[in-house]
């Protein structure tokens, strides 16, 4: 395990920083089920982090406690150094924590260009009757944060489809456009729920490259949720393994590799 | 000119503008739609209420008189002071922020998720509740409303028409106005949409509730600026309907009429309001001249509802309205 605070270098020469975000002690439950028992782990500033297990291992559950769509009845959130009180969703988001969602969810009646502007609502400070009067402050505004907007949609190679509206997009590019959005709040920590699920080959390699140009262009903090364990192994620089909601594992990839509590969980062994 | 086409000239001209006036109402309902999916019931009590607030402001009269002299034993009504319709329809404004901040903190905030028809049937409540506020506040009885609007026949198209067709033409200024007010709403209301970052975030909440709070808006702000939107199209539909037809229960009756113009525009376009309203406005006056005559009159009663009616049944997404897709 790596307990470096300060951080750490990289095999392949990235720095990575701080912790950024730390959970501690995180219990999430619906009624009855424990969806996340009892789980600590930190996000290193400039890494990418998965967060690994099979299904309905609690994934999912855990980006929506870190993105504030669920809060968990135990444990508590550290974000940049001090405890984060009961937030909602949306003032998670103006913190500077963007995510994406497993079943994407864009806003279909728009163009890209506008829902990747939407991620920019954020940095809009004029208010109405500047913008009414538009010459000005709020031109200066919106010419600015168009220019921010269309060095990502060159960087993801969605420029061809900017005035495309959104709900005519086959699913691969809809995940492209969702990421667009969410990088263009500049977040200090992109959440990624499965940033791969439902694509093929192809299209996978295309969004793994994305992901790590972004990490590496931008140096954005990535969590991401996966369970298709080979194309997180080359991704990430550390992997939280999950199962039933506890945590089974936790470290590099090699590490985790090896780990005999995650093969089993991965293979299926018999308890008899 | 034959002298019939000069005529249907004129009830169309007069159509027009009746329609501009139910376009007025259904915007309202349009904007709450589409940001929220609440179809709001209370749009027309909230033009009433609009109404009578801004009557009651320019009068000074003192709200809940009614109910302060019967506690108190007191006989007050008035402040003894007029204010200015200006700053009355400032004030007025400044309510209707206040009623859409309290609709949003003490109805909508309590029932997110709920399904459409319980939501309808809570504004169907906030109807009645707005309406015996309204009374309670401002008295029950019928009040003109002048805010400066010009009213009576526009002398000019009169002396124009007459030298053309040799019969002049009964255009009501007020209607005139109400049409140029109208247009002015409706492209500020599209501008603000499409162009401002609240607009903007409006429209990201109409589209996907989970993805705007993710980018972060805060969906209650955006409710109760919509709800506050819908408050100033209600108080301009309030002036123009007050002014020309007294400030009244009956005013609230305007959004049934509002019905027929949604349900051929579809509930979810603007510009169809806008369309809708001027064929309902139109068609309604135009089958009174010629076909009412023959069955008796008083066609205008029910025309509207049997050409949504109509509508409906071939295309029930409305003119402009989204098409209603289910997969399975």
Redesign the interface.
């Known amino acids: 395990m790596l307990d470096n605070s300060e951080g750490y270098v990289t095999e392949d020469g990235r720095k990575i920083g701080g912790v950024v975000m730390e959970m501690k002690n995180i219990t999430l439950r619906f009624g009855g089920v424990v969806a996340i028992k009892d789980i600590s782990f930190d996000i290193r500033e400039g890494e990418i982090r998965a967060i690994i297990g099979p299904n309905g291992a609690g994934k999912s559950s855990m980006l929506n406690v870190i993105?504030g769509?669920y809060v968990p009845q135990e444990g508590e959130v550290w974000f940049h150094g001090s405890k984060r009180p009961q937030m909602?969703?949306?003032?998670v988001?103006?913190q500077g924590i963007?995510?994406t969602?497993q079943n994407i969810?864009?806003?279909?009646?728009?163009s890209v260009l506008?829902n990747v502007?939407?991620?920019r609502?954020?940095y809009?400070k004029?208010n109405?009757f500047q913008?009414?009067w538009?010459k000005g402050k709020a031109e200066a505004e919106e010419t600015e944060n168009r220019e921010a907007v269309e060095k990502i949609i060159d960087f993801l190679e969605i420029q061809h489809i900017r005035k495309t509206p959104v709900s005519r997009l086959p699913y691969g590019l809809k995940k492209r456009v969702e990421l667009a959005?969410?990088l263009a709040?500049e977040p200090k920590l992109l959440l990624l729920d499965e940033p791969m699920a439902g694509m093929n080959v192809e299209e996978k390699e295309d969004m793994s490259r994305f992901i790590l140009d972004v990490n590496d262009e931008f140096g954005t903090t990535i969590a991401l949720i996966e369970h298709d364990m080979g194309v997180v192994m080359d991704l990430s620089d550390r992997v939280v393994v999950m199962d039933y909601g506890k945590k089974i594992g936790d470290g590099t990839p090699d590490e985790v590799r090896n780990n005999q509590e995650v093969i089993d969980a991965y293979l299926g062994v018999s308890h008899d | 000119m034959p002298e019939q086409l000069v005529f249907a000239m004129e009830v169309i001209l007069n159509g027009l503008m009746a329609g501009v006036l139910y376009a007025l109402v259904a915007l309202g309902f349009v904007l709450i739609y589409k940001a929220s999916g609440i179809f709001n019931y209370a749009q027309g009590v909230m033009a009433l209420f609009a109404a009578m607030t801004l009557v009651g402001i320019m009068n000074g009269q003192v709200p809940f008189a009614h109910l302060i002299n019967a506690i108190f034993g007191t006989h007050i009504h008035y402040f003894g002071w007029n204010v200015p319709a200006l700053l009355a329809i400032i004030l007025t404004m400044g309510v209707m922020v206040l009623l859409a901040w309290c609709v949003q903190r003490f109805v909508m905030r309590h029932l997110v998720g709920q399904e459409p028809i319980i939501l309808f049937m809570a504004t169907i409540g906030l109807a009645y509740f707005l309406e015996g506020v309204a009374d309670l506040m401002w008295g029950s009885e019928i009040k003109t409303l002048d805010v400066g609007l010009p009213q009576g026949i526009n002398l000019w198209i009169d002396e124009t028409t007459f030298n053309i067709f040799d019969y002049g033409f009964f255009i009501d200024n007020l209607d005139i106005v109400a049409t140029i007010i109208a247009a002015l709403l409706v492209a500020a209301l599209v501008a603000f949409s499409q162009y401002t970052k609240q607009g903007r975030a409006m429209r990201a909440v109409a589209d996907d509730h989970q993805a705007a709070l993710s980018v972060g808006i805060s969906l209650n702000f955006i409710w109760v600026m919509v709800w506050s939107v819908a408050g100033f199209v209600a108080l301009v539909a309030g002036i123009m309907w007050g002014t020309k037809s007294g400030v009244q229960f009956s005013l609230s009756l305007i959004a049934l009429k509002a019905l027929p113009v949604l349900m051929l525009g579809g509930f979810t376009s603007i510009p169809g309001a806008i369309v809708g309203g001027l064929i309902i406005g139109v068609g309604e006056k135009l089958f009174e001249f010629a076909i009412g005559p023959l069955v008796g009159g008083a066609t205008e009663n029910w025309f509207a509802y049997v050409l949504a009616l109509i509508f409906l049944v071939f295309r029930p997404q409305g003119l402009f309205g989204e098409k209603i897709i289910e997969r399975v």
């Open positions: 993105s769509f909602r969703p949306f003032e988001a103006q963007a995510r969602f969810a864009l806003f279909e009646g728009m506008d502007m939407t991620g609502l954020g809009m004029t109405i913008q009414a538009w959005r969410a709040a």
